[in-house]
């Protein structure tokens, strides 16, 4: 299992990237939101879109197979 955390910034392109906890590209502790733990990221982004950005994405380094855009 890994901790997941979704950015609360949107990408330019609309979407919030989630990440692993370990992710290079994790967001400062003020720009993130916990999710939980997961087994994959698509529990992870599943979470993400019902409890907080119905349009979440997966980080292309940490999280590619849910990354979509
Ligand atoms: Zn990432």
Not at 3 to 15: D, F, I, L, P, W
Request: include cysteine.
């Amino acid at each position: 299992m890994s901790s997941y955390y979704v950015n609360k910034n949107a990408q330019s392109t609309g979407e919030h990237e989630v990440h692993e906890s370990n992710c290079l590209y994790l967001p400062d502790s003020v720009n993130r939101v916990y999710l939980g733990e997961f087994s994959s990221c698509h529990g992870a982004v599943e979470e993400s879109k019902k409890n907080h950005y119905q349009n979440s994405d997966g980080c292309f380094y940490c999280s590619r197979p849910c990354h979509t855009r």
